[in-house]
Nanobody, 116 residues
């Protein structure tokens, strides 16, 4: 029903910025919420930010004030603007979409590496 493909990851120095994109195929009107999660080796997947259909956002404390999540339904896209990046932000970032009924769909991830 929903296919998600992330892009925009890469290598950046501490203090720099990156903008992640998530392209979704399928009807965006069926999606209740979308979010960005990240994971590093040996750690559990961690919520970064979420956004509802109505535009309500939620951020992990670790990224508040630095990251901004947004969505563009016309383009079926989800974005994550990441500013003031820190080495601890290094992770694979995953896009998630939750459709009506509560089923989750995940992208395969894009790697963000922040050097010190």
């Amino acid at each position: 029903q929903v296919r998600l493909v992330e892009s925009g990851g890469g290598l950046v120095q501490a203090g720099g910025s990156l903008r992640l994109s998530c392209a979704a195929s399928g009807s965006m009107f069926s999606i209740n919420a979308m979010g960005w999660y990240r994971q590093t080796p040996g750690k559990q997947r961690e919520l970064v930010a979420t956004i509802t259909r109505g535009g309500s956002t939620n951020y992990a404390d670790s990224v508040k004030g630095r990251f901004t999540i947004s969505r563009d339904n016309a383009k079926n896209a989800l974005y994550l603007q990441m500013n003031s990046l820190k080495p601890e932000d290094t992770a694979v970032y995953y896009c998630k979409a939750t459709i009506l009924g509560g089923m989750d769909f995940w992208g395969k991830g894009t790697l963000v590496t922040v050097s010190s």
